[in-house]
């Protein structure tokens, strides 16, 4: 397809777009914004342009986001669609990669790890911390992701290896290279990576003890977070520690009606099951338990809104934002991720 055959949206009317739909995503989860963010992929037409270097980091970028939002809905057959649109235009084109490129590695990576393929998961880590002088928060992004693939992997030394390397590049402050997409690798985020590996390894005291200091840290931070507290809770429950579970699980319930990520309410589902299956979990602990279940089958039933639940058409593209507003929307701090 030649640029005369893109359709005729500007790199400041996708960049509003996208950021129209970051904030649908944190105000309202992915549960809600998927529908829209695939209405407002279908706007902008089947390949990237190949030209204008501004337009294809616009279609890339929301591409992206878009592939974040369905996989964060566990559509993923869509999701890894989008990755690899994206992929296309981000690797593509004359000027070599984009900026965005190993963001969207790095949620490939990640996707792949949470659908049971480690060993996929690691072969992405590794192929981007191959590429020499790696701005240092990017690597710690992937020696993250080549952690907790090693973790699933059982082999639990190159795990330990690769998180205390990025515990080591997040010590110092972001220097002028690290992208801004980066932000939200921080020393939290990094503690609950570290107890979801160690509980991948059969650790749980470490893992609990990791996983509460990612819920309970101080500062603040995405909202998709309440994830590391339902795994929290289940970590615990598969221990037995009633006393700390209890905590954890009753926190849980209060959350579901504002938790729009599907990955976080399907947490909250595996750790209300393993209280429910569980012969010596307490009996409040149990009705809490089915509390939180059925809470859970409500919000998943809730209906998803239309592309003008965005606020405008999401097709209509070329009114999202007034001409000049070249910003791009993946790189602020938005809440999300990952």
């Known amino acids: 397809m030649s640029d005369r055959d893109v359709p005729d949206w500007s790199a400041a009317e996708a960049a509003a777009l996208t950021r129209r739909l970051i904030d649908l995503d944190v105000a309202e989860g992915a549960l809600r914004s998927a529908g829209p963010a695939l209405d407002a992929v279908r706007g902008l037409g089947p390949r990237p342009p190949s030209r204008d270097r501004a337009r294809r980091a616009a279609y890339a970028e929301l591409l992206q986001v878009a592939a974040w939002i369905t996989f964060d809905a566990e559509r993923h057959h869509t999701s890894q669609r989008l990755h690899l649109r994206a992929l296309e235009a981000a690797g593509g084109g004359p000027d ?36 020499p002088d790696l701005p240092g928060r990017v690597a710690a992004v992937f020696h993250v992701r080549a952690g907790r693939a090693f973790a699933r992997l059982g082999r639990g030394p190159e795990a330990t290896r690769s998180l205390r390397t990025a515990s080591d590049l997040l010590a110092d402050p972001p220097g002028r290279r690290d992208p801004a997409w980066a932000w939200w690798m921080d020393g939290r985020e990094l503690d609950g990576h570290r107890g979801l590996a160690a509980a991948a390894l059969g650790r749980r005291d470490r893992a609990a003890e990791l996983l509460h200091r990612a819920v309970h840290g101080a500062g603040g931070g995405p909202a998709y977070r309440v994830l590391f507290a339902a795994e929290l809770a289940r970590v615990l ?4 520690d009633w006393r700390e579970a209890d905590h954890a699980l009753a926190a849980l319930p209060d959350t579901v009606a504002t938790v729009g990520s599907v990955r976080a ?14 012969p010596s979990a ?4 149990r009705t809490t ?15 998803e809104p239309t592309a003008e639940a965005a606020g405008r058409p ?10 000049g507003n070249r910003s791009s929307g993946v790189r602020r701090g938005d809440g999300r991720r990952r």
């Open 282 to 285: 307490p009996r409040r602990h």
């Open 96 to 131: 070599g990669p984009l900026p965005v490129e190993p963001l969207i590695l790095a949620v490939l990576s990640m996707q792949e790890e949470h659908l049971g393929r480690p060993d996929r998961s690691l072969r992405i880590a590794s192929a981007v911390l191959a590429r």
């Open 314 to 323: 999401a097709r209509d593209i070329r009114r999202a934002a007034p001409a």
């Open 237 to 240: 429950a598969e221990a037995a």
């Open 289 to 303: 338990a089915r509390d939180l279940t059925a809470l859970l089958h409500a919000a998943r039933t809730a209906p």
């Open 265 to 278: 309410l399907r947490a909250m589902a595996r750790a209300a099951r393993v209280v429910r299956q569980s």
